[in-house]
Structure formats: structure tokens, C-alpha cells
């Protein structure tokens, strides 16, 4: 995009880079700095890390900001907070956002326990299920149209919609949103493995199967086993050099609803049960329920009953701010 708007001699006053940078390498969690793109010339404002949001003074003399990043319809991905606090800054500044609208490769199906306020952080600032079915253009209509955004002001909003959209077929995306979501697969376990970030199990990261494979050193011996080694999109992976014993989940069947096999099933196997979900877990969840129902024993049928509720009253709010059939 930036080449792009450079071909028409349109003035890029900078750029703001969300978690990953701006060219997309960095780790999960990597602090962002401010920098100059060595490609452009362009000036890099991070909004990853301790800022999250364009000041005013990032935002002087610019006249509109185009966002244009590739979501993948999880709530816990942070490209939707980027977004939130973009809105918001425009929203005070009284700067217009144009959004280029992506297709979600998640958008076929709506799923997941709704975020609970007690919950809510940058992996989750609004009340939406951890699968919402939505594009980032749509998402977007729904901040501002909903009030979600602190600010007295709704955000000026133009969004570049798509051309014959269809959310419920598969969508390939042609390059990686982020370093460790390398493909298809990986994107549809997403949503159903995030969990695991905040455990002690390990979803892959420094392999070339990241988010399609679970393991851990102590597990007792199984078919399949993996090394994590540091890596590009994974400097210091989670057991690092040491043989873990897992399953690959390649040849799982595409989703189409949040699972909670795996988690149920790690749980159980684990040996140290009172350290394995870890202090964040609830704002992956979304509530502190989910620890609990677990721990509980609840089955995924049980628990996903519990969900119901809240996915019904999701999807009324959002028919309001659909664009594609």
C-alpha cells in the first residue's frame, strides 16, 4: 500500500506499526520501536508497547490515515485494539480513517464465550465472542456505532468495501498476517489454540508448524514429537532445544466452531494442574469462568451451553452493522 500510494505521489507523512512492525516479522509480544522504514525514508511510530494509540502530535499535519492490516477474525488478535485506538485518536483529532476492508478467513462461523468488562484488555477490549464473523471494515462500523470508543466524537469512518464477498468460502490469505500464522491451517486452529499461550503447552511456536501441533516435554511419550528452536517469529520459544512429546493437528478437520478438545485434554494429562493456567488465561477467555468450569470437570458440551446466552444477543448487535450478505 505504501508503494502504492508512492506511485501517485501521494506524501506519506509516517507510518504506524501495530504488534509485528510494519513488514510483519517481528515475534509475538516483541516491543516495537519507533524507527525509519530503510526501504521508504518513512518515519515508524509504534503502537505496540507501552503506546498503543497516536498522540496528538504524531497526528499533525495529516489529513487522513488509511488502515489497512490484515486481521484474521480472532478477538484475542491484537490488530482490533490497533484499530480501536486509531479510531479513537481520529475520533479527537477530527482526522478522517479510511479502512481498505480484508476478507476474515475465520468470518464463517460465530463462536466462543463473550468478553466479560473484568476481562478486557488489549487482547480484548469489547464485548464480542472469541470468533465474531465479521470483516475489520464491519468490525469497524460496530466501535464507532456502538460508542466503544472513549471519545465524545464517533470517528469520521469511510470503508473500501470488498467486491463479491462471500464470508463462508475459504479464504487463503496470499502472505502470513503475522510470523507465526504461516498458513490456512494454522489460522483456522487459531482461535480453538490460543489458550495454550497462557499454559504451559506449547503450540508450535519455533517450528514451521506453528498453531498446528500441542506438546510438552513431560507428557508421556506419543506418536508424534517436535523441537522448538529459536527461530525467525520465535527468538525464545517455549521449551527452547528440548524434545516435546504432542499431536499434530494438521489433519484435523476444518473448524467451524471454537474447540475445546485440546485444552480439556492437556488439563487432564497435565501434572502439576494447580500451575497450569497461568495469571492471563481469563483475558484470552474472556471471563474467569472458563478456568473454573474446567477445573471443575465440566464437559465442552456443558460448557459451551453456558455460551449461548450471550452468542445470541452478539449476533443481533451485529446484523446492525453487516455490509456482505
Not at 515508524?44 to 497526528?59: A, E, T, V
Not at 506438546?215 to 508421556?220: F, I
Request: charged content about 25%.
Amino acid at each position: 500500500m505504501v508503494d502504492s500510494l508512492r506511485n501517485y505521489e501521494l506524501k506519506i507523512l509516517k507510518v504506524f506499526a501495530p504488534e509485528h512492525g510494519f513488514r510483519g516479522n517481528s515475534d509475538a509480544g516483541e516491543k516495537i520501536t519507533n524507527s525509519i522504514d530503510p526501504k521508504t525514508g518513512i518515519p515508524i511510530i509504534s503502537l505496540y508497547g507501552s503506546k498503543k494509540k497516536p498522540s496528538k502530535k504524531d497526528l499533525e499535519n495529516i489529513d487522513v490515515i488509511i488502515f489497512d492490516i490484515q486481521d484474521v477474525g480472532a478477538r484475542f488478535y491484537t490488530y482490533l485494539s490497533s484499530l480501536h485506538y486509531v479510531m479513537e485518536s481520529c475520533a479527537e483529532n477530527n482526522i478522517e480513517l479510511i479502512v481498505l476492508d480484508r476478507p476474515n478467513p475465520n468470518g464463517h462461523y460465530i463462536d466462543g464465550p463473550v468478553m466479560e468488562k473484568e476481562s478486557m484488555s488489549f487482547v480484548g477490549l469489547h464485548p464480542v465472542p472469541i470468533v465474531y464473523g465479521m470483516t475489520i471494515g464491519e468490525y469497524a462500523l460496530m466501535i464507532n456505532g456502538e460508542n466503544w470508543l472513549n471519545s465524545i466524537e464517533k470517528c469520521k469512518l469511510k470503508i473500501i468495501e470488498l467486491t463479491n464477498y462471500d464470508r463462508f468460502s475459504k479464504y487463503d490469505l496470499p502472505d502470513r498476517p503475522s510470523p507465526n500464522l504461516p498458513n490456512l491451517k494454522s489460522i483456522n486452529l487459531y482461535p480453538s489454540l490460543c489458550f495454550f499461550e497462557q499454559t504451559p503447552v506449547s503450540v508450535g511456536r519455533g517450528t514451521t508448524n506453528q498453531f498446528q501441533i500441542i506438546g510438552k516435554p513431560d507428557w508421556e511419550k506419543t506418536s508424534y514429537k517436535f523441537k522448538p528452536v529459536s527461530m525467525y517469529g520465535a527468538k525464545y520459544p517455549k521449551f527452547e532445544n528440548e524434545v516435546c512429546n504432542g499431536y499434530n493437528l494438521k489433519n484435523e478437520d476444518y473448524l467451524l466452531k471454537v474447540s475445546l478438545k485440546w485444552l480439556i485434554l492437556a488439563y487432564n494429562n497435565e501434572k502439576d494442574k494447580e500451575n497450569f493456567f497461568r495469571s492471563g488465561f481469563h483475558r484470552l477467555a474472556g471471563n474467569k469462568t472458563l478456568e473454573k468450569q474446567i477445573k471443575s470437570g465440566l464437559s465442552e458440551r456443558e460448557i459451551r451451553i453456558t455460551w449461548q446466552k450471550g452468542l445470541k444477543k452478539f449476533k443481533e448487535l451485529r446484523n446492525k452493522y453487516l455490509i456482505y450478505n
